[in-house]
């Protein structure tokens, strides 16, 4: 059964950094690629980040390109999203997921809890 148990959320002000992890069971974690999604109230999830399985290789949405970095370490099945220079646009609930087509392959459409992070002054 997959897990996905995101953390590492909270409030902050403009300007600050927040590290986010994904802690992935019931699947083999370093065959995937994984992804950072985001959503706020009202809007569809967006995604943020995705980084390979084998190479590293990773690709950023505009919005967060040069602020962000997604990270993992396979030998902990655990998935990282540094967060520098936050604004009040990157104000959502975070959420990681290997490929989508394979999440519904195996649980349907399942998302773990997500984790919120906030940016106000």
């Known amino acids: 059964q997959v897990q996905l148990v995101e953390s590492g959320g909270g409030l902050v002000q403009p300007g600050e950094s927040l590290r986010l992890s994904c802690a992935a069971s019931?699947?083999?974690?370093?065959?995937?690629?994984m992804s950072w999604y985001r959503q706020t109230p009202g809007k569809e999830r967006e995604l943020v980040a995705t980084?390979?399985?084998?190479?590293?290789?990773?690709g950023y949405a505009d919005s967060v390109k040069g602020r962000f970095t997604i990270s993992r370490d396979n030998s902990k099945n655990t998935l990282y999203l540094q967060m520098n220079n936050l604004n009040p646009r990157d104000t959502a609930a975070y959420y990681c997921?290997?490929?989508?087509?394979?999440?519904?392959?195996?649980?349907?459409?399942?998302w773990g809890q997500g984790t919120q992070v906030t940016v106000s002054s």
């Open positions: 997921s290997p490929p989508r087509v394979l999440v519904r392959l195996w649980e349907g459409d399942y």
């Open positions: 980084i390979s399985s084998t190479d590293g290789s990773r």
């Open positions: 019931g699947f083999t974690f370093s065959n995937y690629a």
